[in-house]
């Protein structure tokens, strides 16, 4: 009886693997609802934010800040964010290949790129292409905290503000629902004219400022991009979690189906044996 | 009626408050400020200390900021409190750990054998698949 035992033993192993990804698919599945509210409770913050930077671009300063001012781009600088671990389909491969093309795009221009990467994943990947990482951070966790991130912003923002770098984009995955996330590559610096809503006013108008109009913009802008990082780190876990689950769901209907498939070879087989020994004894009592 | 202002108080991790109010006290950089509804627009750094938020019925509510920034229109006051701790040697140190650790990741050989490993892997799971394909080609006999 050739190979029954065989696939005896791959059956056994197929299913074991089943248990794992029914396993993983299930913590996933309760770690994105969380990662989800998260995302949800962080929104406040960003839109709040965006709103005051957008009265900022409205009111008539008489300190422009460097954030807010195009100038020409030699070097632009870009934050990766990826996830720390794999097995969560195409996620980080699919943001690497849109973060690439737009790199590539970059390159034609004559640009050169500096790499900030958030996440174990895109390290690897980065370094392998031998891009240009200056600063690395990973193992975040499921509950990221902002203070984690200062640093990661802060090289970016610390080379703007020298001139190192004349342009600095995000890259992350947004999520649209369960089954999409969407890489994106959006422009932090300088602050992209959000589309004006319509109510320019007529009138002349400023804050005041307290202590200094530079410090307190200074202290504004550099929570302004951080929070869109952190909102970017948020984000990219609740799609780690929601791919993780749908590749662990594909993973255990596959191995379900390969299961069933060779759980009918065994039987086959099985079959063909008992025949074949059955024809053998039939035979061998006939020659008798 | 008596005029008041809305209040929203947020952190990068959660919403806080949000409602209306009589008058808003916050720990500002230069001193303690008080909002009441019109104030003229200000924008100005908190210190680490109390905001206090006076509702419409003279009950007060407060809340703990260690910092942050805040804005005042005249008809909403907005709160953008920090949750870390901030201080310009703490950030530094916090930019130079990154620095640090992409500079030991760039030179590490270490993530190399990770490659080849991977390989390795790959080259199992390719034979593996191409057994089962065998099973199958066998059973569809």
């Given amino acids: 009886m050739a190979g029954a035992k065989e696939i005896r033993t791959q059956i056994k192993s197929i299913s074991n693997t089943q248990k794992i990804t029914k396993a993983m698919e299930m913590v996933a599945a309760s770690k994105m609802r969380r990662a989800q509210d998260r995302m949800q409770s962080s929104r406040p913050y960003a839109d709040k934010m965006r709103t005051v930077v957008s009265h900022m671009r409205k009111a008539h300063p008489e300190y422009r800040h460097p954030y807010l001012i195009e100038r020409d781009a030699k070097r632009v600088g870009i934050i990766i964010i990826s996830t720390d671990r794999g097995l969560c389909g195409g996620l980080n491969i699919n943001l690497f290949k849109s973060a690439i093309a737009s790199m590539k795009e970059w390159h034609e221009q004559q640009l050169e790129i500096d790499i900030a990467v958030i996440g174990a994943k895109a390290m690897g990947f980065f370094k392998r292409l031998g891009g240009n990482v200056v600063s690395q951070n990973s193992h975040l966790g499921d509950t990221p905290r902002i203070e984690e991130l200062i640093g990661s912003v802060k090289v970016m923002l610390d080379a703007y503000d020298e001139g190192k770098i004349d342009r600095l984009y995000l890259a992350n995955n947004v999520f649209v629902n369960t089954m999409t996330q969407q890489p994106t590559v959006d422009q932090l610096l300088p602050v992209p004219d959000g589309g004006d809503d319509g109510e320019e006013l007529a009138y002349h108008w400023d804050y005041i400022y307290e202590p200094e109009a530079r410090e307190v913009m200074d202290a504004l802008m550099m929570r302004y991009i951080e929070s869109l990082v952190y909102q970017g780190v948020v984000e990219n876990i609740a799609c780690e979690m929601a791919a993780r689950m749908v590749a662990m769901k594909a993973a255990s209907d596959n191995a379900g189906n390969l299961i069933d498939e060779l759980q009918l070879v065994y039987n086959k087989a099985r079959q063909a044996a008992i025949t074949q020994e059955l024809s053998e004894i039939v035979s061998g009592a006939a020659a008798v | ?141």
């Fill in chain 2, 1 to 141: 009626m008596a005029m008041t202002i809305h209040v929203d108080i947020v952190s990068a991790e959660a919403e806080i408050f949000s409602g209306q109010a009589n008058m808003v006290f916050a720990p500002a950089e230069m001193g303690e400020v008080g909002i009441a509804p019109r104030h003229t627009a200000l924008l100005t750094r908190l210190k680490p200390g109390e905001v206090r938020v006076q509702m419409e019925g003279q009950e007060e509510q407060f809340f703990y900021v260690s910092g942050g920034i805040l804005e005042v229109q005249p008809h909403v006051v907005t709160v953008l409190a920090d949750t870390a701790l901030r201080a310009k040697d703490l950030d530094e140190a916090a930019a130079l750990r990154v620095k640090e650790r992409a500079e030991k990741a760039m030179r590490d050989k270490t993530s190399d054998f990770d490659y080849a490993r991977a390989q390795a892997e790959l080259a199992e799971a390719v034979a593996q698949l191409s057994t089962i394909k065998k099973i199958r080609e066998r059973a569809g006999r």
